[in-house]
């Protein structure tokens, strides 16, 4: 049991990230069923790694410009996931653009790789959404006394997590319109209690974090996945890869912007 976690941990791992992992010698559906609760713990593990690069840079120098580091922030997250969920935004935008009135039209542009003009300008919005969102957290906490940490915590911690376990919701709800192997086993770990368990832990979290936000972005997270869910049901029938990475990345960037107001 202990063996099928570690993988399913490191398997999950490759799933979300770039990052280097040890060689997965079990990438069968119960490893892969199993890798969905440590979608949270990746989302953790980002977060924890911005908060800590964030409180090194100002140890190391205490008047570092919070436009600096808010840059330097966003490109460590966009580097943590490899642009991953960037392409998966990008992806959508075209296909949901260009493939207007047609399913399969969205999906086949969807597998191009080639990013055209909406993709683009999609990708830069999100991105400005987030610096500017994670520069306003920087001026709240860093350059106003170190009393709104929490609300800091919250920003580079808490959304990463949230964004990263709506991914077991839109498995447990939908289905897997592309016929690839695993997807089954990923549908088959996306359990309502899993989902309703994770909530509960991020709901705990969220108000200990945001005390009296928590309400209002709790809401809006929960009003993010549902309308994602509607738009990916009424154009594809369900989700693709694609379509959870750029339902990743609009919620980082809404949630990081309510947060940040």
Avoid at 119 to 134: E, M, P, Q, W
Avoid at 175 to 204: D, F, N, P, W
Wanted: aromatic fraction near 8%; include cysteine; proline fraction near 3%.
């Amino acid at each position: 049991m202990v063996n099928l976690y570690g993988w399913a941990f490191w398997y999950a791992m490759a799933f979300l990230t770039r990052l280097p992992v040890p060689y997965l010698k079990r990438t069968d559906a119960q490893v892969a069923a199993a890798s969905l609760i440590f979608y949270p713990v990746v989302g953790l593990l980002l977060g924890a790694t911005l908060l800590l690069f964030t409180l090194a840079c100002v140890v190391y120098s205490p008047q570092v410009s919070s436009l600096l580091l808010a840059a330097l922030v966003l490109a460590i997250w966009v580097f943590f996931s490899g642009a991953l969920h960037l392409d998966g935004l990008a992806d959508s935008a075209d296909a949901w653009v260009g493939g207007l009135g047609s399913k399969e039209k969205t999906l086949a542009i969807m597998k191009d790789p080639q990013s055209g003009p909406m993709g683009v300008t999609v990708l830069i919005i999100t991105l400005l959404i987030k610096f500017a969102a994670i520069y306003a957290l920087f001026e709240q906490t860093l350059n106003h006394g170190i009393g709104n940490s929490w609300l800091l915590c919250g920003g580079l911690i808490l959304v990463p997590v949230m964004a990263r376990s709506s991914v077991l919701a839109f498995l447990a709800t939908t289905s897997y319109v592309r016929s690839e192997g695993l997807a089954s086993a990923l549908l088959q770990g996306a359990t309502v209690t899993r989902c309703v368990v994770i909530a509960a832990m991020i709901a705990v979290t969220c108000v200990v974090l945001l005390q009296t936000q928590a309400i209002f972005i709790l809401a809006l997270w929960l009003t993010l996945i549902a309308l994602a869910r509607q738009i990916m049901m009424k154009r594809i029938g369900g989700c693709t890869g694609d379509t959870l990475g750029a339902a990743i990345e609009v919620q980082e960037a809404v949630l990081l912007a309510a947060i940040a107001l």
